[in-house]
């Protein structure tokens, strides 16, 4: 992928002889300009011989070069040759051998000799014996999927990074334009977050850091505050209700509570394919409230005392039900994965994927026909506890929670979270997840905590700042 990340000044000069005019006047012809060979360009920096990143940094220069032409791991000049500017940012690039050519040209089209470099990406299971830093060792087989539930699964356990009033999808370079988000994952992710730097930046939250470098994120869970000593509401200086932010039950190595999956979204998983890097995903409608309720195959909320099962009990409900404690909330958010097969976003970040869908006979669920391309299927599955920090005092339950997305009055009548979403942007090492794709859903595998079902691995969570903005405004900010 020839993709720049920023354009460096070039010099070049075309150099002529002779002199006089060419009017007949006495002077000499003007002569043409040499078409000078422009020398082969120089690496300021380059990749080692041997790197474990799926990404490399280069950059070149020639003095008489305008402009410049890259080839990327092909075998002759009759491949794929592009247009390109220093520095390179390429990626992602495959765990095998790498060759990168370039050429200066020059104002008059003359080429330079090619200047070659080539590199190596280390497999990061170590097939030289240097496993990468991020795995570990593991002597347990993940079991069967349970055939009634999923067709094979990976879950991983993620910290909370931090909060923030951004959306580096929706309103990317804005800051503090959107409501109050929750963010999992990458820990640098803000307003300015490209797939560039969440690929090659950072760590994460997320079992696995650098080998998930993905970004999750979802509108904040929010409850009214209450006075301890009295049970009254408490209100601002406007006379508005206060509310406080109802954290979720997030993933740790000793007492798992996994947060994300990885699946199959289609009965045939043969013939699903890993998500590119850099795509964007929008699940659910921010928009949606009292009568415009979403489907609960999207996006759903239930009482864990429920026992709510898709096979054997589909009790959810689309807006927040009243969870008494000790009991705990959870909420269900499933993205499309089907795919058009070209790109990575689209303008309302949702319509380059569609859902799976019932096929004739024997089909199962298929892709349609407009996003032929089944991927991966995520999922992000939360659990909030209904406790006395949070809980509305007379009923001891989730009543009166609401979301900092919700654009509506949240009343007895009117439950809150109907307009739950979440947004996600795959960093994945693109080697584990096809390792994910490969062993653990296509082998109908439950993996659990990160576990590969290869000998490995993911190593466990890790807090990212933690930074808690005040709620303004409901949640919903400026």
Not at 337 to 345: A, E, H, I, R, V
């Amino acid at each position: 992928m020839m993709k720049p990340n920023k354009f460096v000044a070039l010099t070049w000069m075309i150099i002529a002889s002779g002199c006089g005019g060419s009017d007949g006047s006495g002077g000499e012809p003007e002569q043409p300009a040499l078409a000078l060979k422009p020398a082969t360009p120089t690496f300021s920096l380059k990749p080692d011989a041997i790197i474990s990143e799926p990404y490399a940094h280069i950059e070149f220069s020639s003095d008489l070069a305008s402009s410049y032409e890259c080839q990327l791991d092909s075998g002759d000049e009759s491949g794929d040759i592009q247009e390109c500017v220093s520095p390179q940012l390429l990626m992602p690039l495959t765990a095998d051998s790498h060759r990168l050519k370039v050429w200066a040209v020059a104002d008059s089209r003359a080429r330079s000799d090619p200047a070659e470099l080539s590199w190596q990406v280390a497999s990061v299971f170590g097939t030289d014996g240097n496993v990468h830093t991020d795995l570990i060792n593991t002597p347990v087989m993940p079991s069967k999927a349970d055939p009634a539930s999923w067709r094979g699964i990976f879950r991983i356990n993620c910290d909370f990074a931090h909060s923030s009033y951004h959306d580096p999808i929706v309103y990317p370079g804005q800051a503090n334009a959107a409501h109050l988000h929750r963010f999992y994952g990458n820990t640098l992710v803000d307003e300015t977050t490209d797939i560039d730097s969440l690929f090659t930046k950072g760590e994460s939250s997320c079992q696995g850091n650098t080998l998930n470098r993905s970004a999750y994120w979802v509108p904040a869970l929010l409850a009214p505050e209450y006075n301890p000593a009295t049970g009254e509401a408490l209100y601002d200086e406007q006379g508005d209700l206060r509310w406080r932010v109802v954290p979720a039950v997030v993933g740790n190595d000793d007492e798992a509570h996994e947060i994300f999956y990885y699946s199959a979204g289609v009965d045939d998983v043969d013939a699903i394919q890993s998500i590119p890097v850099g795509m964007k995903i929008i699940a659910g409608n921010a928009k949606a409230g009292p009568g415009q309720q979403q489907d609960t195959g999207i996006v759903r909320w239930h009482c864990q005392s429920w026992e709510s099962s898709d096979a054997d009990n589909p009790r959810w409900s689309s807006a927040i039900p009243e969870c008494v404690a000790p009991d705990r909330l959870r909420m269900d958010v499933f993205f499309p994965s089907c795919w058009n097969g070209t790109d990575l976003d689209s303008a309302d970040h949702q319509s380059h994927l569609a859902y799976p869908q019932l096929g004739s006979g024997t089909q199962g669920m298929i892709c349609p026909a407009t996003h032929p391309v089944p991927i991966i299927r995520v999922s992000f599955h939360y659990a909030f506890g209904v406790t006395p920090d949070v809980y509305e005092p007379q009923s001891k339950s989730s009543r009166g929670w609401r979301l900092a997305s919700d654009m509506y009055e949240v009343t007895l009548d009117s439950h809150g979270g109907m307009s739950l979403h979440a947004d996600w942007m795959n960093a994945w090492h693109p080697e584990v997840l096809q390792t994910v794709l490969d062993v653990c859903i296509r082998e109908g595998l439950d993996c659990h905590d990160g576990n590969l079902a290869n000998g490995f691995r993911l190593t466990g969570t890790r807090p990212g700042s933690q930074t808690e903005p005040p709620v303004i405004n409901m949640g919903m900010g400026n």
